[in-house]
């Protein structure tokens, strides 16, 4: 069903230009390659990855990069139906940065996805008010045109556990364009169709469902497929630099779009994989027209 590193597929069978590329680096191999859904799976260092791929190869990408908002070791009890308790000594890399070292990071993964994105495509990039700030100001810096920030409200995400602040209800995606050139990719009839005929708002409510992936940040289904709907069409690609889970590739896949995805944890990568194939259910659209 799917090929391995043992079996190794090339980055340039899905990563691939409009014309035929010279490529100066070493080709990576997939840990994944599903070919008949047409999706690929790296596993490693995102930036390391995206280096090596070509220029303005790919029609969208979707990113929920690290918040660095956790505190190193804090466990906190939950209930809200998921597991009884989270500790963040999971998630390292979600662990508190410097500002300095936060700018650097999104700075130099976002040079590389401008460079890759096709023109007119966009990026959709999610975040809490720990980060969203801060790659506001990157792209802004690295010439993106930002479209939009659109506003995901978790109808039943969970209480403050220590009551020292309001509830936080919403995370914030911003969409951006690659540059001010070129007309913007967006199916904005299909997603007034979507929203009942009207034009769809920057507001998107949803409710969180339960899954057995033992992830702590998994996006809701329901928003990576607006977005993708939103920002690209049938049989073109989407790349998600940090997959976890792999929400991206599993709702692409049910799109009929190609995905690529990175993922530095190589337990994450076999969740993906396991998903893809179906282990945890095939895909349900949650949009209607």
Same mark, same amino acid.
């Given at each position: 069903?799917?090929?391995?590193?043992?079996?190794?597929?090339?980055?340039?069978?899905?990563?691939?230009?409009? *014309?035929?590329?010279?490529?100066? %680096?070493?080709?990576?191999?997939?840990?994944?390659?599903?070919?008949?859904?047409?999706?690929?799976?790296?596993?490693?260092?995102?930036?390391?990855?995206?280096?090596?791929?070509?220029?303005?190869?790919?029609?969208?990408?979707?990113?929920?990069?690290?918040?660095?908002?956790?505190?190193?070791?804090?466990? $906190?009890?939950?209930?809200?139906? %998921?597991?009884?308790?989270?500790?963040?000594?999971?998630?390292?890399?979600?662990?508190?940065?410097?500002?300095?070292?936060?700018?650097?990071?999104? %700075?130099? /993964?976002?040079?590389?996805?401008?460079?890759?994105?096709?023109?007119?495509?966009? $990026? /959709?990039?999610?975040?809490?008010? %720990?980060?969203?700030?801060?790659?506001?100001?990157?792209?802004?810096?690295?010439?993106?045109?930002?479209?939009?920030?659109?506003?995901?409200?978790?109808?039943?995400?969970?209480?403050?556990?220590?009551?020292?602040?309001?509830?936080?209800?919403?995370?914030?995606?911003? /969409?951006?364009?690659?540059?001010?050139? +070129?007309?913007?990719?967006?199916?904005?009839?299909?997603?007034?169709?979507?929203?009942?005929?009207?034009?769809?708002?920057?507001?998107?409510?949803? /409710?969180?469902?339960?899954?057995?992936?033992?992830?702590?940040?998994?996006?809701?289904?329901?928003?990576?497929?607006?977005?993708?709907?939103?920002?690209?069409?049938?049989?073109?690609?989407?790349?998600?630099?940090?997959? +976890?889970?792999?929400?991206?590739?599993?709702?692409?896949? +049910?799109? +009929?779009?190609?995905?690529?995805?990175?993922?530095?944890?190589?337990?994450?990568?076999?969740?993906?994989?396991?998903? $893809?194939?179906?282990?945890?259910?095939?895909?349900?659209?949650?949009?209607? *027209?």
């Amino acid at each position: 069903m799917y090929q391995t590193a043992e079996m190794p597929i090339e980055c340039n069978d899905i990563f691939c230009a409009e *014309t035929a590329e010279d490529y100066a %680096h070493q080709k990576p191999t997939s840990f994944y390659y599903n070919r008949e859904r047409k999706i690929k799976l790296y596993n490693g260092d995102c930036l390391s990855i995206l280096k090596m791929a070509p220029d303005n190869c790919v029609d969208m990408i979707f990113a929920d990069p690290p918040y660095f908002g956790n505190q190193t070791g804090l466990v $906190i009890n939950r209930n809200d139906g %998921h597991a009884a308790s989270f500790n963040t000594c999971k998630a390292a890399w979600a662990y508190s940065k410097s500002i300095q070292d936060q700018f650097e990071f999104h %700075h130099a /993964w976002l040079t590389e996805s401008r460079r890759i994105l096709k023109k007119g495509s966009t $990026i /959709w990039v999610t975040g809490t008010y %720990h980060s969203i700030g801060i790659v506001n100001v990157v792209l802004q810096d690295l010439g993106f045109k930002i479209l939009n920030d659109i506003i995901l409200h978790k109808r039943n995400a969970p209480p403050n556990f220590r009551g020292s602040c309001f509830r936080a209800v919403t995370e914030t995606m911003l /969409w951006a364009k690659k540059d001010s050139s +070129g007309k913007t990719k967006f199916n904005y009839k299909t997603m007034k169709e979507l929203n009942g005929g009207v034009q769809m708002s920057n507001i998107w409510n949803y /409710w969180a469902e339960k899954n057995p992936f033992r992830h702590p940040a998994t996006k809701q289904t329901v928003v990576v497929e607006k977005a993708i709907l939103a920002g690209s069409n049938e049989g073109e690609t989407v790349l998600d630099p940090f997959a +976890g889970s792999g929400t991206t590739g599993f709702v692409a896949q +049910g799109l +009929g779009r190609k995905c690529i995805m990175i993922e530095i944890d190589p337990q994450y990568c076999q969740l993906i994989a396991d998903r $893809i194939d179906g282990k945890y259910g095939q895909f349900r659209r949650k949009t209607t *027209t």
